[in-house]
């Protein structure tokens, strides 16, 4: 659509420039008539035929790109980045409370938001089996979860002897 547009953009400007070429030309042949002696073998006459043939050219080579566009140009495609921002950037670990993760809140499921509600409750960290006990969820259930926060960069975990302890980003 764009390139359409723009297209017939400057197939208006081309045409605009060929009445200027006209226009130009019509008075420059007006001048040199009159002041011409020597008729149509002054030097003039043919610098005029030079000159509106080089515009003309110049013209048409705008017109063809016009008609490129208008035809032939394909469309870009947009393609937007979708970055997501950590909670981490403006909470500290000493000022962890539900407020500072509210807006994160907000968006998570049911499940989700336990889970990481029980995070907040033991200060940022805990570890998975604890989490297990906390929620009364199952341990595979407790995994998908933490694996779809930690896919939201909300949560991190990290292994510890036969275990993982669990980190608010």
């Not at 002696?37 to 515009?55: A, E, K, Q």
């Amino acid at each position: 659509m764009r390139n359409k547009i723009v297209g017939f953009l400057v197939i208006g400007i081309a045409i605009l420039i060929g009445l200027i070429i006209f226009l130009f030309n019509r008075g420059l042949t007006e001048i040199v008539a009159e002041s011409c002696t020597h008729g149509t073998t002054c030097p003039m006459w043919g610098t005029i035929d030079f000159y509106t043939n080089v515009s003309a050219a110049i013209m048409i080579f705008v017109i063809l790109v016009g008609l490129y566009l208008v035809f032939f140009g394909q469309e870009e495609k947009i393609i937007t980045k979708v970055q997501t921002k950590t909670v981490h950037d403006k909470v500290s670990k000493k000022e962890i409370t539900k407020t500072a993760y509210s807006n994160v809140l907000s968006t998570l499921e049911a499940d989700e938001k336990i889970v990481l509600e029980k995070l907040i409750e033991n200060k940022g960290s805990i570890h998975q089996s604890d989490l297990v006990n906390a929620t009364d969820f199952n341990k595979v259930k407790v995994t998908r979860i933490l694996d779809k926060l930690e896919g939201q960069s909300l949560i991190e975990r990290r292994r510890r002897g036969m275990t993982n302890i669990i980190i608010l980003k």
